[in-house]
């Protein structure tokens, strides 16, 4: 047997959907709420310097309405750390964060801001926050990580599933592969998101060493099509039944 693999659900386009309009539906906390009684184990906003789709007050809420640990996805800034230290949500995801950016496109630099980084993964680890990076899977990036003192890392999986050929998607899943065994070596609790989706979440579900997935703009537009439970419902499925096949 081994460990169950946690679903992280990320809700940050049902706050875009919303914003596309003004107003205030669809409701981002309604949509924590149909996660939570889905099976989801936990819920991800992220908290972009634009504010496009998750706003403060769905921070203020999501804080006061939800039972299920809340991860707050954040840029390494002052801002940022000043929010996650006022409202000390269960954790937090560093990641990189650009304005033109449509989505977060890859992982932190950690080699390069290690400086800038331990000191804020010091200040959230001291408030009780656990902290992670938000990181490619190497392993340079890995040991960097485990540098500056965060506990855990979460593999950015877009290379893998945005894979055009078979040979390349095999080729950026040896990584990840290879990557979660490197940070279970160093002591890391490693989590992996970006772009899972139906025909991509098996393989890595099937990673012993991952303990966490957090997925949310796949299972926001499939629930435009067959609602947001039966779509969290359907990949806690694949989930739990690639993890079936895993010896440990």
């Known amino acids: ?13 049902v706050a875009t959907i919303r914003n596309a309009r003004g107003g205030l539906h669809p409701d981002p906390v309604r949509a924590a709420r149909l996660a939570a009684a889905a099976g989801a184990d936990g819920i ?20 006061d309405a939800i039972t299920l640990p809340l991860n707050l996805e954040m840029a390494a800034t002052h801002e ?10 269960h954790a ?10 449509r989505t977060t496109e890859g992982g932190l630099d950690v ?7 331990r000191p804020l993964v010091g200040r959230l680890t001291e408030a009780g926050i656990r902290v992670s990076l938000f990181i490619e899977p190497d392993p340079a ?11 855990v890392v979460e593999l950015h999986t877009g290379a893998y599933c945005d894979a055009s050929g078979g040979l390349e ?17 160093i002591g890391l609790e490693c989590h992996a998101g970006h772009g899972l989706s139906y025909d991509t979440v098996t393989a890595i ?5 991952i303990v966490e997935l957090n997925i949310g703009h796949f299972l926001v537009g499939e629930a435009i099509f067959i609602g947001l439970e039966a779509a969290i419902h359907r990949m806690r499925g694949l989930m739990e039944q690639a993890r079936a096949t895993v010896v440990a």
């Open 1 to 13: 047997m081994t460990s169950k693999l946690r679903l992280g659900v990320n809700i940050d386009h």
């Open 44 to 63: 991800t906003a992220h908290l972009r310097e634009d504010r496009r789709h998750i706003s403060d007050e769905d921070i203020d809420r999501l804080m």
């Open 80 to 89: 940022m750390l000043e929010i996650a230290l006022r409202h000390r949500p």
């Open 92 to 101: 937090a995801c560093i990641v990189p964060e650009r304005r033109e950016e």
């Open 111 to 117: 080699v390069r801001g290690a400086a800038d980084l």
């Open 141 to 151: 990036q890995l040991d960097a990580a485990k540098a500056v003192g965060a506990p």
């Open 169 to 185: 998607r095999e080729r950026q899943l040896g990584r990840v592969v290879s990557a979660a065994r490197h940070a279970a070596s």
């Open 205 to 209: 579900a099937a990673i012993p060493t």
